[in-house]
């Protein structure tokens, strides 16, 4: 059974730092892309970062380039998201899901197949 458990998220100032981490339960992370999200209220899910299935190649949307850095343990069947340089236009609920065998840039909420439940991440001063 597939199961992806979040969490890191919390209050931060701007310009500060989180890591998230993405627990994966279930399935060898190895064969499968992970994709980090965000929803803010009332907006639309958007792609955040996403890893690909076997050689791990990594895609930021535009707006984290440079900020946010995702990354894959396979031993410990992790998944994680670096957060720096925090705006609070970042502020949102950030969820993993994944995909067997996905590949390439992956940001749109319906190329997943499972999520996890979500962590708020808060930008505030």
């Known amino acids: 059974q597939v199961q992806l458990v979040e969490s890191g998220g919390g209050l931060v100032q701007p310009g500060g730092s989180l890591r998230l981490s993405c627990a994966a339960s279930g399935f060898t992370l190895d064969y499968y892309a992970i994709g980090w999200f965000r929803q803010a209220p009332g907006k639309e899910r958007e792609g955040v970062s996403c890893?690909?299935?076997?050689?791990?190649?990594?895609y930021y949307a535009d707006s984290v380039k440079g900020r946010f850095t995702i990354s894959r343990d396979n031993a410990k069947n992790m998944v994680y998201l670096q957060m720096n340089s925090l705006k609070p236009e970042d502020t949102a609920v950030y969820y993993c899901?994944?995909?067997?065998?996905?590949?390439?840039?992956?940001?749109?909420?319906?190329?997943?197949?499972?999520w996890g439940q979500g962590t708020q991440v808060t930008v505030s001063s």
């Open positions: 899901a994944t995909v067997r065998g996905g590949w390439g840039r992956l940001l749109h909420y319906r190329s997943y197949d499972y």
């Open positions: 890893i690909s299935s076997g050689d791990g190649s990594r």
